[in-house]
């Protein structure tokens, strides 16, 4: 491999680690506000809390359902406290130089693809179920498909499920024409879509 082409790398590895700071800084900011807004809650079960804006945009609804505790009880938003430093720290460590043995990256690929499931899983949840928004969870829904994102490209730039020398040609010449990024993109603009599909003016009712 030529210098160029290992500083082409290393320029792309910096980007996706900046965006995986940035996601998983969100996604902790999030989850932050989230718990401070459960245990006010639980304080006071009539409070109105900062991130309720009417019926569609309403976290405290979102809450109280069965859907906000699914493991064992533990609120969702406890469980990203714990979640998402782990990605702040992967962050930094990579954007500091550090070289991660291939099986770590595939198990944090693996975690990082269960938990956008997760993610996924309460969207659709609030959109079709309980049919009301938490604005913060939807932060949380957005910052896990940047870090998929980027932990995928970086999992198909560095080729750790050690594809043929054939495949991983093919996979980086269609990552170096940023149709990747496209379909990223295109699959926001689509989620963002079905929102406003399902509730229109309401959201802003």
């Not at 020398?165 to 989620?191: C, P, R, T």
Request: overall charge positive; some cysteine.
């Amino acid at each position: 491999m030529s210098s160029r082409a290992v500083t082409k790398k290393s320029a792309s590895d910096k980007g996706i680690f900046i965006v995986m700071l940035v996601g998983g800084l969100l996604a902790l900011i999030a989850a932050c506000v989230l718990s401070l807004e459960k245990i006010h809650l639980l304080q006071n079960p009539n409070a109105t809390l900062s991130c309720s804006f009417n019926l569609v945009l309403n976290c405290s609804t979102v809450m109280q359902t069965w859907q906000s505790s699914v493991f064992f009880g533990i609120p969702n938003m406890f469980i990203g406290l714990m979640a998402f430093p782990v990605v702040i720290a992967i962050a930094v460590a990579g954007l500091s130089g550090v070289t991660f043995p291939r099986r770590f990256m595939v198990f944090a690929h693996i975690g990082y693809l269960l938990g956008t499931i997760f993610a996924y899983w309460l969207f659709f949840q609030s959109v079709y179920a309980i049919q009301v928004l938490c604005p913060w969870c939807l932060i949380v829904t957005f910052s896990c498909t940047l870090l998929f994102a980027a932990m995928t490209q970086y999992a198909l730039r560095h080729n750790i499920y050690q594809f043929s020398k054939e495949i991983d040609k093919k996979i980086q010449n269609f990552m170096s024409k940023g149709y990747h990024k496209l379909i990223v993109a295109s699959w926001i603009v689509l989620m963002i879509a079905l929102v406003f599909l399902k509730f229109g003016s309401s959201l802003f009712a």
